[in-house]
């Protein structure tokens, strides 16, 4: 089989459908210029770790610690975008968001709270955070209350109205949302979390010779996009990053004294 699917799943907002879109169209060009048969509209995957692993994956993203805990061995690593936030290239961080009202100036005063979680495999918003939390005290993140949302957005949404004590937001997701999300006027930042490398772009394709001319047409693909499109989706750049970047997300998640 040769792959042809491609996908940009990790910050589809519906706000950023057009700049998706034409993200999309461009990297079907550079890629056909590159010699791949990509598929011609974008998709839409609602099983992602199928979708990750699927045998027809030209190319999608993915987050970093399914990537390191389950995926290394089983796609080739593309490259990393770099995007518009205050990180080194190819690097991001999560956002520890609060009530804006909230007395809470420390990471200790969230002892026993109530902590809005994405997902559990989340790099941003669960193993970060809770790394972060262990750090602070070997006791918080073992008194913290979970609630899973599912989103980042809708964990925003749980901690502007009370649903919640906490929630760590991606760094990027967390620029879009200032963005279009009202309910970002509603929480603050607490504090960010160390940075690690970014949501990497990855295939079912795993050849040194593939994985170049892939990583070469995302490269082109984003220089052809107008400053607008680039500007609405954050983007900076493509580094190159290697399975081994990756590796410290996953011994950080085994090292939590909490998972779920």
Request: proline share 7%; with cysteine.
């Amino acid at each position: 089989m040769t792959p042809t699917t491609i996908a940009l799943p990790m910050y589809d907002w519906p706000e950023l459908t057009p700049a998706t879109t034409t993200f999309g169209n461009h990297l079907r060009d550079a890629l056909s210029a590159a010699g791949f048969t990509p598929a011609n509209m974008l998709s839409t995957p609602t099983d992602l770790m199928a979708h990750w692993q699927h045998p027809d994956l030209l190319l999608s993203q993915t987050c970093g610690l399914p990537y390191s805990r389950m995926l290394h061995d089983r796609v080739g690593l593309v490259g990393t975008p770099s995007y518009d936030i205050p990180s080194s290239a190819g690097q991001y961080h999560s956002v520890l968001i609060v009530p804006a009202n909230a007395d809470t100036e420390t990471l200790t005063d969230l002892t026993g709270a109530c902590f809005a979680v994405n997902e559990g495999g989340s790099q941003s918003g669960f193993s970060a955070p809770m790394t972060a939390f262990q750090q602070a005290s070997t006791t918080l993140p073992n008194s913290l209350t979970l609630k899973m949302t599912g989103s980042h957005r809708t964990s925003i949404h749980c901690v502007a109205n009370g649903e919640a004590d906490v929630a760590g937001i991606d760094a990027v997701t967390w620029e879009i949302a200032c963005r279009h999300e009202p309910a970002t006027h509603r929480v603050r930042v607490l504090r960010r979390t160390q940075q690690t490398p970014g949501l990497p772009m990855i295939s079912a394709l795993r050849s040194p010779d593939a994985l170049h001319r892939l990583h070469n047409a995302v490269v082109d693909a984003m220089a052809s996009l107008d400053e607008a499109t680039r500007d609405a989706l954050l983007l900076l750049g493509f580094n190159a990053t290697r399975p081994r970047d990756y590796r410290a997300l996953a011994t950080r998640f085994s090292a939590l004294n909490r998972t779920l």
